[in-house]
Nanobody, 116 residues
Framework: QVQLVESGGGLVQPGGSLRLSCARS????????MGWYRQAPGKQRELVAG???????NYADSAKGRFTISTDNSKNTLWLQMNSLKADDTAVYYC??????????WGQGTQVTVSS
């Protein structure tokens, strides 16, 4: 059984930094993509950053230049380094791992609040 557990969220002042972690347990058939999504109150869940098995990354425009997604060689841990945080970054952040077929797993989410 696959489980994803996020950590690292919290309250941070504007301009500050946070590093989110997502720890995976269990195997995923043909894992090919990992991503961080976020959902703010009243808004749809949106992709923040993603990384393929081969290491190719993609970022939402709002995250470019400020956020960095990374993973370890075993693809057991996914990170999101967030710098220069803004109030608009306030949301619940979710990690997601995708494999072939119906392999699509989500963590429980971690709250990020950017406020002075």
């Amino acid at each position: 059984q696959v489980q994803l557990v996020e950590s690292g969220g919290g309250l941070v002042q504007p301009g500050g930094s946070l590093r989110l972690s997502c720890a995976r347990s269990g195997s995923i058939f043909s894992l090919y993509y990992m991503g961080w999504y976020r959902q703010a109150p009243g808004k749809q869940r949106e992709l923040v950053a993603g990384i393929t098995w081969g290491g190719t990354t993609n970022y939402a425009d709002s995250a470019k230049g400020r956020f960095t997604i990374s993973t370890d060689n075993s693809k057991n841990t996914l990170w999101l380094q967030m710098n220069s945080l803004k109030a608009d970054d306030t949301a619940v952040y979710y990690c997601n791992f995708k494999g072939l077929g119906e392999a699509d797993y989500w963590g429980q989410g971690t709250q990020v609040t950017v406020s002075s």
